[in-house]
């Protein structure tokens, strides 16, 4: 019995007697020997048969077949049909893949054994042989299907995928002449089995002037089938995944008449870059001219383009002369249809930024609204403006390098001299000065910087970057699955294994109704932490969440539960399973739109449940459901309002709760024909597992007087307290006493500041709001540091954090590690806090700016000390921080005529010297104003200070 390969590669060929030995010896470098390789010669006239066949005589794993079919899709069935290995490839011609490709598929579907395909990225090779950038639809791993029923998002050959998936669906649509490949993964996805990505550009296809891609009124006629399929039913795939039966969704990412039109844009600017216009600007209305489109709008036409022009984008902005004036013509016609021409502007300006931001710009590029020069930054000269030009985009260039990118509108020339004041504003006058002239006072500057930069690379102290900051997510729009597996990109994004998760897990098994369960279903099960307790108490567990990537992994770490099944579903636009004994679903009823999207989702649960089954929620107490008991500063309803709305559904009753100071958790039941509602029973307990700094933060322990969102929608002001702190600690000098708070003391403020409504900034956002003639939004404070002292690391950063505030510490950086010698007199020194304490509070959001190399009073330096202590102290500290340093503060609060000028040349933008008071946004932002808070006084003392800046 011959020997079934494991991997069955079908190349269909027609005339290609140019591309088929590069596409054919790809195969023979592969590093993975166990393939066949199946070549389809489609009714070739020139070579290809006599190519072939040499490959063939040379190595048994290749085939021929000879086909009249004429088109790729039936030439590659062909192929399929005598294919014997267990996963199949397509390759055309023109294509080829990286020496890796099968070793690394096969691994990536070997880690994901429930896969039906695996892909990577892919890059086109021009005519010329130039190569665009790597290409990868992260999406196809997320949501297959309804992103296959918008677009082709991958190459053909940059695909392995079930051999026996693809005869089972029949193959390609020979009735397509193009798309058939896009077709078939929609057909593919809609089974709703795992795609897994290998992020790497391991497939290479030439774009050729001949190819059938390019006839765009094709593209679209057979577009337009494929796309009006996946909005609907197929009846050519049999078993569907559920969720996909009857179509995609339109709210996970657009309509079928949008997609078409997204399709169509790309042919038009692919038309506009051939030289062609075949694509009725009518087929473009569906486009959404929105602002937040426009640069989406813009790659689109962009990608189009360089594929009609035969262009890799660095080269687009050189060629506009080929196609500038039909894209500008098609982008004012798509204005026109959506009677916006503001709009089509809009999207003209992102294009024309898009195309000169890959460009060199080695001859200045004039396009429909733009001007892309370089610009010598030490002896500019007058641009005069070309007809039509309003913007100019240039390279500030200064011994042969890039120094600065500038993009500005412009009425007319550009003289001269208006170049020197915008260049003096973002070039440095030691950049500009150079290094001509070392005994002057820039090129001194330049050797203390240098002597600064050697002390730096020379200390023991190692430059490792603080670990990366949590950002923020953004609520999500329409897409809930893009917006959950973007939490799930981080595995365990709500540390489930704390002590305090822990005891929620449970309270809530506490809470299960007595007797056997049989039928149970966990809605959003995330990572499976909860699923693992649950399934022993229930007879069948059907385990759901929206996230495949959360899905994946609960499917794992429950891999010995056999009770449990997995899926991944939408609890809001799918259908939830039904006759259930108990559903579960818990910290997640927040992410709902309104309440009245509650209201249809617990209708949803009536329906799913058994009469007399149970549905169990666990959520916390949010401040916008009542701001005056603790609760958790979210921007959205609560453990309040979903438990009001679940009892006020019909059908369901509360029977038991358990509520905490900052959870509760209930048990509803299902009535039955006949059931009576009784009493439920509450039960008040403790919280007695820690809470992580992550949770506490966003707390706010008895209640709020102003709710930060609620002060940022209604309130602007001119300014705002820069608050000014030494040290927090209960012991220290008599004679300091004036400089330090106890911690109780400043935890007091903090919690007054939590309570009314405060949010910190940093220097920069100062800055930014000063330069910007901004007015600051909400209720802004700014919570300063001097000295860095070891009790800010002990006492106060836990603190702010648990109040969701931060700080920015200014160092003495010669003496970081060490004593505040310069306060010995009045006693024994505090400590100092140390680089590696300094790089883990930044890690954890703290900012850090300059006291200073050594804390001497500025008035007593020499000019050259002092440029030296300003030089070395930012750059160490953005050694331990891994950030830009841009803010100074005096050191005993005394400053000179001198400081704010070379404070500047140093690199500082922001400083803060001797004058009391709030900061305003008419102040210097080199020379700012804080608000000394002493020790002596009291919480009153405080709160007046502080409202006295609101006032």
Not at 566 to 573: E, I, P, R
Request: hydrophobic residues 45%; glycine residues 8%.
């Amino acid at each position: 019995m011959a020997h079934d390969p494991l991997v069955s590669i079908v190349v269909a060929a027609h005339n290609a007697e140019v591309t088929l030995a590069r596409a054919l010896d790809c195969l023979l470098d592969q590093e993975i020997v166990d393939w066949e390789a199946i070549i389809v010669d489609d009714a070739s006239m020139d070579r290809t048969p006599a190519i072939i066949a040499g490959y063939v005589e040379h190595d048994a794993r290749f085939r021929t077949l000879r086909s009249s079919a004429y088109s790729a899709a039936g030439a590659r069935n062909s192929g399929i049909s005598t294919a014997r290995g267990r996963w199949l490839m397509f390759l055309d011609a023109d294509g080829w893949v990286d020496a890796s490709f099968l070793a690394k598929m096969l691994a990536a579907l070997k880690s994901v054994p429930d896969a039906v395909a695996a892909y990577c990225g892919s890059r086109r090779v021009m005519p010329d042989g130039e190569l665009t950038a790597s290409c990868i639809a992260t999406e196809v791993a997320i949501q297959p299907f309804e992103t296959f029923a918008r677009r082709c998002a991958i190459a053909v050959h940059a695909l392995l995928v079930d051999r026996e998936t693809i005869v089972e669906l029949g193959g390609f649509d020979v009735s397509l002449r193009t798309c058939e490949d896009w077709d078939l993964w929609q057909r593919l996805a809609r089974l709703g089995i795992n795609w897994v990505m290998v992020d790497e550009p391991l497939a290479f296809y030439r774009i050729s002037p001949n190819a059938l891609s390019r006839n765009s009124t094709q593209m679209l006629a057979d577009a337009e089938i494929v796309i009006a399929h996946g909005f609907s039913a197929d009846p050519r795939v049999k078993h569907p995944a559920s969720a996909h039966a009857n179509g995609a969704i339109e709210a996970n990412g657009g309509t079928a008449s949008e997609a078409l039109a997204w399709f169509a844009l790309w042919n038009a600017a692919s038309d506009c870059g051939s030289g062609s216009r075949s694509i009725n600007p009518q087929s473009l209305r569906p486009l959404p001219p929105g602002r937040k489109w426009a640069r989406e709008i813009a790659k689109v036409i962009f990608d189009g383009l360089a594929v009609g022009s035969l262009s890799v984008p660095a080269q687009l902005a050189a060629r506009w002369d080929r196609f500038g004036g039909s894209l500008t013509e098609l982008i004012i016609e798509l204005g026109k249809v959506w009677n916006n021409p503001d709009a089509a502007r809009r999207v003209q300006y992102h294009l024309e930024q898009m195309l000169l931001d890959v460009d060199d710009l080695a001859a200045p590029r004039r396009l429909a609204r733009t001007l892309g020069i370089r610009v010598d930054a030490r002896n500019p000269t007058t641009v005069e403006l070309p007809q039509g030009i309003d913007q100019i985009y240039a390279y500030l260039m200064m011994d042969g390098q890039i120094e600065a990118v500038v993009q500005f509108g412009v009425l007319g020339t550009v003289t001269r001299d208006y170049w020197i004041e915008l260049i003096l504003n973002v070039v440095s006058p030691e950049r500009l000065e150079g290094r001509s002239d070392p005994d002057g006072h820039f090129g001194k500057l330049a050797q203390l910087a240098e002597e600064a930069r050697e002390l730096v690379r020379s200390s023991a102290e190692p430059a490792e970057p603080p670990p990366a900051l949590r950002r923020a997510r953004a609520r999500h729009d329409k897409d809930r699955t893009s917006f959950w597996n973007g939490y799930f990109a981080t595995e365990d994004p709500w540390n489930y294994g704390s002590s305090y998760e822990q005891e929620k897990y449970e309270r809530q098994l506490e809470i299960l109704p007595a007797g056997p369960i049989g039928r149970a279903l966990e809605l959003a099960c995330a990572e499976g932490h909860f699923t693992r307790q649950l399934a022993p108490r229930v007879s069948h567990l059907t385990a759901t969440d929206i996230s495949a990537i959360a899905i994946d992994r609960a499917r794992a770490r429950c891999g010995d539960q056999p009770n449990v099944e997995f899926g991944v579903l939408d609890f809001m636009a799918d259908t939830l399973p039904g006759e259930m004994d108990l559903i579960f679903c818990s910290e997640v009823l927040y992410y709902l739109d309104d309440l009245a999207e509650l209201q249809r989702f617990a209708k949803k649960v009536v329906e799913a449940l058994a009469p007399g089954g149970s549905f169990i929620s666990a959520h916390a107490f949010v401040l916008r459901d009542n701001p005056e008991r603790t609760g958790f500063d979210w921007n959205t309803f609560g453990a309040q309002a979903i438990s009001e709305t679940l009892a006020g559904t019909a059908g369901l009753v509360l029977e038991q709760s358990i509520q905490t100071e900052l959870y509760r958790i209930d048990r509803f039941r299902r009535l039955s024909p006949g059931d009576v509602a009784t009493e439920p029973v509450i039960d008040h307990v403790p919280i007695r597992a820690r809470i992580d700094m992550g949770v506490a933060r966003k707390i706010v322990w008895g209640g709020a007087r102003a709710l930060r969102r609620d002060v940022a929608r209604s309130e602007r002001r001119q300014r705002i307290p820069v608050l000014m702190y030494h040290s927090v600690s209960d012991e220290g000098p008599a004679a300091l006493a004036r400089f330090r708070l106890t911690p109780a003391a400043f935890a007091s403020q903090m919690t007054w500041l939590r309570a009314n409504g405060f949010h910190a900034i940093s220097s920069e956002q100062l800055e930014w709001f000063i330069a910007n003639r901004q007015p600051f939004v909400g209720r802004p404070v700014l919570i300063t540091f001097d000295d860095g002292f070891q009790n800010f690391a002990d006492h106060a950063w836990p603190i702010l954090r648990a109040n969701d505030l931060t700080a920015e510490v200014f160092l003495v950086t010669d003496l970081v590690g060490e004593s505040a010698q310069w306060d010995a007199y009045s006693g024994p020194p505090t400590p100092l806090m140390d680089a590696g304490t300094v790089r883990r509070l930044a890690g954890e959001g703290a900012f850090f700016g300059s006291h200073l190399a050594t804390h001497r009073a500025i008035d007593g330096l020499s000019s050259s000390d002092l440029a030296a202590e300003l030089l070395r102290s930012r750059m160490f500290i953005e050694r331990w921080t891994g950030r830009p340093t841009a803010a100074f503060a005096a050191p005993f609060s005394v400053t000179d005529r001198r400081l704010g000028r070379l404070a500047k040349e140093c690199g500082y933008r922001i400083g803060f010297g001797g004058r009391h008071g709030p900061a305003d946004l008419d102040c210097d932002p080199i020379d700012l104003p804080r608000i000394e808070i002493r020790g002596d006084r009291s919480l009153d003392d405080f709160v007046a200070v502080v409202e006295a800046v609101l006032a």
